[in-house]
């Protein structure tokens, strides 16, 4: 379990590669790869959880395991 101090920073390193994604010119494409193929990280300026929202939207079947498949359990709202 993560204290409040190492969920902070974690939160603030996050916002900080989201930050970075808005500039990138491939970013949309990034995005459209990590779809299907990246349960982890930051890509495309979307955290792990905003991605497997979209690919449940769009009813995306990941080419890898996702992140819930892999750690198992119900995934977090």
């Known amino acids: 379990m993560l204290s409040p101090k190492q969920r902070s920073e974690m939160r603030e390193s996050m916002a900080k590669a989201v930050n970075i994604c808005k500039g990138c010119n491939v970013r949309n494409h ?9 349960p982890f990280g930051i890509w495309g300026g979307l955290t792990e959880g905003a991605r497997e929202r979209m690919r449940k939207d769009r009813n995306i079947i990941m ?14 709202a």
Not at 30 to 38: K, P, V
């Open 30 to 38: 990034c995005l459209e790869y990590s779809l299907h193929w990246e």
């Open 63 to 76: 080419a890898r395991p996702s992140i819930i498949d892999i750690l198992g359990g119900v995934p977090r």
